[in-house]
């Protein structure tokens, strides 16, 4: 599956809510699981995102988490 600038953001911002879920969770080993996968998953489809667009890993990361954290207009 081709992943989009849009997927990373979303993946993101999922990993970023499941962290701060951890402080308020009846069960936080799970919550921390559930945050590690989440994190997981957006580190994987990064990799897959930049070799298929033969850019910079570090830079698509960068990128995708500066439009989580600043997002335009903020």
């Not at 979303?10 to 699981?33: C, G, S």
């Not at 997981?40 to 298929?52: D, G, H, K, S």
């Amino acid at each position: 599956m081709e992943r989009t600038f849009e997927d990373l953001v979303a993946l993101e911002q999922a990993a970023v809510d499941a962290a701060a879920r951890i402080r308020t969770a009846n069960d936080p080993d799970t919550a921390r699981q559930a945050a590690r996968d989440a994190a997981a998953a957006f580190q994987a489809a990064v990799t897959e995102y930049a070799a298929a667009e033969g850019e910079s890993r570090v830079e698509v990361e960068m990128r995708v988490k500066k439009a989580v954290r600043h997002p335009e207009g903020d």
